[in-house]
């Protein structure tokens, strides 16, 4: 029997997460037609997209204010094409300011058909409120333990089989260190657009300072979508000793160690397990803001999840080149004791087959059959 579903992503990682569990779902269901909002990994992956969501997440709430009209009429616009055009099943991506809200308006004009969340937002602040609106309006099937174990302490509803990306990403065979004089480094400055302008001259500028003392040392500046490949060129910083690859994955794994912009590609690293560092900046003006939504002494989801700092962390000002550098050199000369930690991380994100549960999930529910039992 064939299944239509309705998936809506809003960044690239959920464009990421949403083009995934796609093909995973294709792997049990040959002919299922998929469409929805989304970008470049979905419309590979087969979806016909009637929104380009393209440019929709952004740094803070300063930039994002000025889309909020638009967003809200493209929410709206799709409710009710879903209330009228019933799917058998729509499954929302992260990006809970808007998939939220499209959740709740599907409800309030009548839509009845299944909705799973999939990868629930709030995720790292338990919001109570939002917990019990996630489960309100939809079924939502969590990557993380610590999500769900909060669920259920709410009394609430929630799916969790781990986090896909142990499906999909395997370690790196080991590679022992670079010669003391060279290397491979990846620059990964983020997938939007503020983020790529705020990191890429640190990570650039951390890449000459790092060359200086390893003449041999090459960079590849990965760059997330068409987008930012258009951002780096125009900046000019591609050279003989730094060039520019699409995607996360060539870079690293091609690299002995990476800087990141803190995000799922540090996850991705760390499965991968490359020696990471990872920075964050965002504007003055947004740091207050970042501190009354997140209380946590990490930020990087591998720290968060080990508890403890496997991943060096520099903030704000002191993601200076020199900084960075030196970390990332230390990490060069001995990449193993962060290795270790990375392994222990893979081994707690679930079970192996953890994407392949997800969509064995999702075609349960849009049959209506019981769906397979959440890992304890």
């Not at 959920?14 to 002919?31: F, K």
């Amino acid at each position: 029997m064939s299944l239509h579903i309705f998936m809506s992503a809003g960044e690239a990682s959920g464009d990421m997460s949403a083009a995934a569990l796609a093909e995973a779902i294709r792997a049990i269901v040959p002919d299922v037609q998929f469409e929805g909002i989304g970008a470049e990994r979905m419309r590979s992956a087969g979806f016909r997209l009637h929104s380009d969501a393209h440019g929709w997440s952004s740094m803070g709430p300063a930039a994002a204010l000025g889309k909020v009209p638009g967003l809200f009429l493209t929410m709206w616009r799709h409710a009710v094409a879903l209330r009228r055009h019933s799917v058998d099943v729509v499954v929302l991506v992260d990006f809970g300011a808007f998939n939220l809200r499209l959740a709740k308006t599907l409800r309030l004009i009548g839509y009845r058909g299944p909705v799973v969340y999939y990868f629930p937002p709030g995720a790292w602040m338990d919001r109570y409120k939002q917990a019990h609106a996630v489960a309100r309006w939809t079924r939502p099937l969590t990557a993380f333990r610590h999500q769900r174990d909060y669920y259920r302490w709410l009394g609430l509803d929630i799916a969790f089989f781990g986090h896909p990306l142990v499906s999909l990403v395997a370690p790196r065979p080991p590679r022992p260190p670079p010669p003391s004089d060279g290397g491979c480094v990846a620059l990964l400055p983020g997938s939007r657009r503020d983020e790529v302008r705020r990191h890429l001259e640190r990570l650039v500028a951390a890449f000459t300072v790092l060359r200086a003392r390893r003449p041999r040392l090459r960079g590849l500046i990965a760059a997330a979508n068409a987008e930012t490949e258009e951002l780096i060129a125009q900046r000019a910083f591609a050279s003989e000793a730094l060039q520019v690859v699409r995607g996360a994955g060539p870079a690293l794994d091609a690299a002995d160690a990476a800087w990141i912009a803190s995000g799922t590609a540090v996850l991705e690293a760390a499965l991968r397990e490359v020696p990471t560092v990872a920075l964050y900046v965002v504007a003055p003006s947004e740091i207050e803001v970042g501190r009354r939504m997140w209380h946590g002494p990490y930020i990087t989801l591998p720290n968060i999840l080990l508890g403890k700092e496997v991943v060096p962390e520099l903030l704000q000002d002191a993601a200076t080149p020199e900084r960075l550098a030196t970390e990332l050199e230390l990490l060069l000369a001995d990449p193993f004791r962060q290795q270790a930690n990375m392994r222990d991380l893979r081994s707690g994100l679930g079970a192996p087959d953890a994407l392949q549960r997800c969509a064995q999930f999702v075609v349960a529910v849009a049959r209506a059959e019981p769906p397979p039992p959440s890992l304890l």
